[in-house]
């Protein structure tokens, strides 16, 4: 899209052009397309509108139902973070007093957007001219264009001593292409911008992929991985005067329509390890029930910390599952109660699962090479019960563990 596509999408024509599109969004792109065109829009218009439409539809789970009014691009709606991270990362922004932000990189606004919805004056800059004129767009749309405004320009140029903090999220996809990077000297603005703004601004924020290297991790930075609804979606650091503890692993749920849990310290409702993340959990042998740990958790290197709270202890040093005599149902780890432990063999396996006339199996995997959905093929399963199949290693041997949820 070009500015005079999306010049087009804001005139009470484009606005029928996206409604329409809306109705047949989803469903065969060639009708939908002849559709809009019997209806008198031009093919062009037709197209960019047919475009947004899907791509709304694509980003309601991210977005939520204010996703009907924004104008969205396949690269900025891969970056942008959920509503519900941004939310919670501006009311912490908020409690921590801040009432100026500038968003180095803003995209399509999703963060500067939540700031904004917190009352912080946020200065988005944008080095794409399309990019950045929908985020004005999305801006004037949620009734916050005097709160949010947007230049396009170079997030580098940016007079950071206008602003108390800075969020940066740098731009981790090839421009043209859409790949992905994952050295973070080729970022866009590079690392050492990206390191440095620490140092100038006292109230730093940025956010980096969930995969980021720990060594990255600036010197007294609290690094924070989000998952929601068990699914990891960033990591941020946090610096300067914003750091509270070295390692946070932050769970958020959303699947019911709203978030659950305890607090998490700024208006936000959640679940929250902290800790260190510089000791490892003990190792023992296989106990009577299994925990798999949070995503969050794992990346955060916090297993040590959930250990010590389940009383529990990992049977293999390189594997991120967890052991223990009790059953509880954390928010950080899903607990399963174990029936058997067998060194793998399929034959085996197949036989056991017969026996017991299991027809359908979970399976989990860390530390195992085997692919799930081919051994269940070759399971051959058949029957009327249900197992949870655990592959992975105890002492360094390929091990299967046969288990059963924990519901009470």
Known sequence: MDLDQLAALRTPEGTDALAAATEVAGGDPLAAAARLRSAGFSAGLAAAALTQAELRRRAGGKFGPEVGAMFLTRAGLEQATRRVVADRRAARLRAAGVRTLADLGCGLGADALAAARAGIRVHGVEADPVTAAMAAAN????GLAELFTVECGDATAFDVTRVEAVFCDPARRAAGTGRRIFDPNAYSPPWDFVTGLAERVPRTVVKVAPGLDHALIPAGAEAEWVSVDGDLVEAALWCGALAEIPRRATLLREKQGALTGASGGAGIPCHQLTGAGDTDAPVGPVRRFLYDPDPA???AHLLAELAAE????????????????????????????ITDVLPFSLKRLRALLRERRVGRVEILKRGSALEPEKLRRDLKLAGDTAASLVLTRVAGAPTVLICRPVTA
């Not at 149902?329 to 109660?337: F, G, Q, S, V």
């Open 139 to 142: 801006a004037e749309a949620a």
């Open 297 to 299: 958790v794992v990346r």
């Open 310 to 337: 389940l009383d529990a202890t990992l049977a293999d040093p390189t594997i991120a599952y967890l052991y223990s005599d009790t059953p509880t149902r954390p928010p950080y780890a899903r607990c399963l109660e």
